[in-house]
């Protein structure tokens, strides 16, 4: 290899770790600025069982959710729901069965249209991180927001 190629690799490369960084910024701000914005449209179920600690964990996530971006949250327990998951909780049978939920925890995220008919999608399954959960709330509220 010539020592003119290695020198505009390294260039190359200098440059992409300038660029990368603040994409990624510039990719988060328009994240957070249309989930804040849209949060009024946007809700989630999360099913949980009350003894499930990994519940207990997507809770605390949940909460951050509510907290940075406005998205509310109902947990929907299928036995009991425990004072530490701090957020609004029932106990539904009936939507385990519509949504056909056999593990813990699984988030739905609901999207009111502008018919204000709600679109459902699963946007979880297991713990699910808070920038992996905003990621795909993000994608699928675009989608639904553009195909209205």
Known sequence: ????????LFIVILLLFAVIP?????????KTQFLRNNAYRIGTYVFVDGNCIYCRMQSVIMNNLLHDYGIHTLLVSENYCPSLFKLPCVINLSLFHQFH???HPVI????KRNNGKPVFHQVGLGVTKLGKLTNRIY???KQYQQHQ
């Open 108 to 111: 739905i995220m609901i999207y």
């Open 139 to 141: 994608y699928y509220a």
């Open 1 to 8: 290899m010539s020592k003119t190629f290695i020198r505009n």
């Open 101 to 103: 939920i056999i593990y």
């Open 22 to 30: 603040a994409y990624a910024k510039n990719f988060n701000n328009q």
